[in-house]
């Protein structure tokens, strides 16, 4: 009996084990997951948890060292270039392996292989719109450059000899949690990187709820209420900026669009995204005529969605030919971000419109042929497929493209990841376009030495365009709004167009000498976020919508004050929450809120009444405004231009449009709800109505009105989540002000994701810096989120911008040499 019950043990624990060590569906093996030996016990970190001090690896061409300072920055120094990008990718799959992957997942489409049905329709709409099919091409095309190729090459190899290395124990954590081992890196994967940027930064359109718009309202409610160029801007090319060249020919617009031109298919909508120009970047850079030193100091703050790991990573990368320091991106090689002895740059998002739909008139069902220019021309097909993890078979989706690009879709559901796709219509979109090499554009700029260095770099970008700024030791400060630019007729791509008129296409591309640039302006500084690039004197048109003015109006009117600048005065300027909204609409509607006795005895009001228009982290005057405007702005719109209406969503007109009739035009139709037919409201009922619906709104989620409860920060609440949206691996409820709108453009999921001040020197740079996480991208390291309490703070690090590997300093922590195995 006892050796019954033995082998029955035995059996049981040996099936046990069995079933432990293999994944269940979409379970991973929690044997492995939970072993101590290899599990992710085996993640945990306690000390800088560097590479092997000696390390023999192949492919290094000669000796390189590798310091480490107080932060975990690697301070690179090779003897050739192959070298320091083999050692680049080598350290940032040491420390941002699982975060580069996923990243390259989501860009190609693959991410229901790890994590099962859910990704999906994420992953089809990602191989729907050809980014994977771009990247392809983009390498195949740049293939041509020699130097491409071998920084490339150099970088992957590197990656992989991280990934040569790894065995279960060492993987980091999110590959044991998902269950999935790494894949070999490659160039095309690095091209992937740049693509997800071109789709998070340049991926939006507004073309299909503005047509719905005109449908129902035509031409005039349109330019009346969706103008060209805002009443309050401060454009990036100072006003009154000479444009030194000949323009191209732009043709004519065709004949005046109208109803019948625009979207005519019905689509099911459900809680449909769009593009949100409120939350964007800042850089600027003050001339040596307004610093302290009498040499230029530039600043670049990019705000993006904040997540942990994060989305840069620091680097000094030092050859006989380069010295270079700043912020990176995990899976690409080079600094994207960043300065050198001699000069410094930074980027924001331009947001012009770089994203176009055609409605197509497919000649039958089997969609092999489309009407274009009076003939029937043949579709391009490819047959995608996928493989989802717990499903035995692959599924596949096969993709129509016309001359335009891809018809993203063909059916109307729910289920379609993003709702703002007009179904049957093709999508033109520039990061399609293989000329280009990107990465060469950081490539020379790492090395660049004057303003003639940062405008050749220039030629090299092609997408998502950026607003380069740019800053010099020879006392030179620039900014261009720069890239690959599509010539385009007055209003073309505001609306749906017509894919059979060939009057509709892309009429070729602006010439990247004739991106508006300035150069050392009278005004002694240059600046950027994300407003319009330039006044309507521009001759060509780059679109219709751009991020509101108020951080332009705000940095530039700092600037124009400021006088014997330091680093603490950009840095500062990058932390600034002064409202500049406020100051131009709250008394307009606390005068209206003034006639009411009643009104003034509320405590919001005189929270309202005494208010520093500062959206600082404890105040509460922030929460009362922020929610009002968010409310008044539905009240007066929501009823005309539904943003959720099953067949035809639109967009609101503008905020600052919005203003120009709160503070001109207070009999305007607009502010009459047309759901009441029985009561013509006007602009004082909306104002109280929402002003009431305000209060009520916070008082039921937060409370009474206090401040605690209704501190801006509370109500905000930042979070940094996880990448892969892992519990436990975020911080929440960050302490801190700002708000969309904000200089400090800080909100519940969006911020500054790395803020850089660079002051330049005849001698030797000072900058300073930091992003909101850590140079780890293990959630056990203690430099996986150390940087975030300071960065909530608004204060910067010193960058220690070493000048040769033999440097002493008090913050190196650790060296690494690597040999050729």
């Not at 130097?147 to 065995?167: C, M, P, W």
């Not at 050859?319 to 990176?328: D, E, I, K, L």
């Not at 207070?666 to 004082?684: G, H, M, R, V, Y």
Request: net charge neutral; charged share 20%; glycine share 6%.
């Amino acid at each position: 009996m006892k050796f019954i019950k033995f082998f029955v043990s035995l059996i049981a624990a040996a099936g046990l084990t069995y079933a432990l060590n293999r994944p269940l569906g979409q379970v991973p093996a929690l044997g492995r997951l939970f072993s101590p030996f290899e599990g992710f016990w085996q993640n945990g970190e306690s000390k800088l948890a560097l590479p092997p001090t000696n390390l023999q690896l192949e492919c290094v061409e000669d000796e390189v060292n590798v310091v480490f300072d107080d932060n975990r920055v690697p301070h690179v120094f090779a003897k050739n270039d192959h070298d320091v990008y083999f050692t680049q990718g080598y350290l940032m799959a040491h420390d941002r392996l699982w975060q580069m992957e996923f990243y390259t997942l989501a860009a190609s489409g693959r991410l229901s292989e790890v994590v099962g049905e859910r990704a999906l329709e994420l992953d089809r709409y990602n191989r729907r719109i050809g980014m994977a099919d771009a990247a392809k091409k983009v390498y195949e095309n740049g293939k041509a450059n020699k130097t491409f190729n071998e920084v490339l090459d150099a970088y992957s190899a590197g990656v992989n000899a991280y990934i040569k290395q790894l065995k279960f124990k060492n993987l980091p954590v999110e590959y044991k949690i998902i269950g999935y081992q790494p894949e070999e890196w490659s160039p095309y994967k690095t091209l992937l990187m740049m693509m997800n940027m071109r789709n998070v930064l340049n991926g939006g359109s507004d073309d299909f709820r503005m047509s719905n718009a005109l449908n129902k309202y035509g031409m005039e409610v349109i330019k009346d209420l969706f103008p060209n160029y805002p009443s309050n801007e401060s454009p990036i090319i100072p006003t009154g900026t000479k444009w030194n060249f000949t323009p191209v020919s732009v043709p004519a617009p065709p004949a005046q669009i109208s109803a019948s031109s625009g979207a005519t298919t019905s689509v099911a909508f459900n809680e449909i995204p769009s593009p949100t120009p409120e939350i964007g970047s800042n850089n600027w850079a003050v001339g040596g005529e307004k610093s302290a030193t009498g040499l230029p100091i530039l600043a670049n703050d990019p705000h993006l969605q904040l997540t942990l790991p994060s989305i840069w990573y620091q680097m000094q990368l030092c050859t006989p030919t380069m010295n270079v320091y700043g912020a990176c991106l995990p899976g690409a090689p080079g600094v994207v971000i960043g300065f050198n002895k001699d000069v410094a740059w930074g980027v924001t998002n331009v947001g012009s419109d770089v994203m176009d739909f055609y409605q197509i008139r497919f000649k039958d069902n089997t969609k092999k042929e489309y009407w274009y220019n009076g003939a029937w021309k043949a579709t391009t097909i490819r047959v995608e497929e996928f493989v989802v993890k717990g499903r035995a078979e692959s599924i596949k989706d096969t993709v129509f493209s016309t001359h335009h690009g891809p018809i993203v879709y063909h059916v109307a559901s729910d289920k379609n990841f993003n709702q703002n796709v007009p179904v049957g219509h093709a999508m033109r979109w520039v990061a399609h376009e293989k000329e280009g090499t990107d990465l060469m554009a950081f490539y020379y700029l790492n090395r660049a030495k004057n303003y003639d260095d940062y405008r050749k770099a220039l030629t090299y970008y092609i997408a998502p365009a950026q607003n380069f700024i740019f800053a010099s030791n020879g006392n030179d400060i620039s900014i261009t709004p720069n890239g690959k630019l599509p010539i385009k007729w007055k209003e073309q791509g505001k609306f749906i167009l017509d894919g059979s008129n060939p009057a509709h296409d892309w009429q070729g591309w602006i010439p990247v000498e004739q991106n508006p640039t300035v150069k050392n302006p009278p005004r002694g500084f240059v600046s950027s976020a994300n407003q319009f690039s330039a006044d309507p004197t521009y001759p060509y048109y780059l679109g219709w919508r751009f991020s509101p003015s108020e951080r332009a109006i705000r940095i530039n009117e700092r600037l124009e004050k400021m006088q014997k600048a330091t680093v603490d005065s950009l840095r500062m300027l990058q932390n600034d929450n002064f409202n500049v909204e406020a100051r131009r609409v709250l008394p307009v509607l606390m005068k209206i809120l003034n006639e009411d006795s009643a009104e003034t005895k509320n405590p919001a009001y005189q929270t309202l009444a005494k208010w520093n228009l500062r959206n600082d982290a404890n105040e509460v005057g922030p929460t009362i405004f922020e929610r009002w405007i968010k409310e008044l702005r539905y009240w007066v719109f929501e009823d005309e231009f539904p943003t959720k209406d099953l067949k035809a969503p639109m967009i609101y007109p503008s905020k600052n449009r919005m203003w120009d009739m709160v503070e001109k035009e207070p009999t305007a139709k607009w502010f009459d709800n047309i759901s009441t037919p029985n009561k013509q409201e006007t602009l004082k009922d909306i104002v109280k109505l929402s002003f009431k619906a305000s209060i009520d709104s916070l008082t039921a989620k937060y409370g009474s009105m206090n401040a605690e409860n209704w501190a801006w920060t509370k109500v905000k609440s930042t979070d940094i989540n996880h990448l892969g949206r892992l519990a436990g691996f975020g911080r929440q409820d960050i302490p801190n002000g700002g708000g969309a709108g904000i200089v400090n453009a800080t909100t519940e999921l969006n911020g500054p994701s790395w803020r850089m001040v660079v002051q330049l020197d005849k001698g030797w740079p000072k900058a300073y810096g930091l992003y909101p996480g850590g140079q780890s991208g293990n959630p056990a390291s203690p430099f996986y989120d150390n940087m975030i309490d300071k960065w909530a703070k608004g204060e910067l690090n010193e960058l220690l911008f070493m000048k040769s590997k033999d440097e002493k300093s008090s913050r190196i922590t650790g060296t690494v040499k690597i040999i050729k195995k």
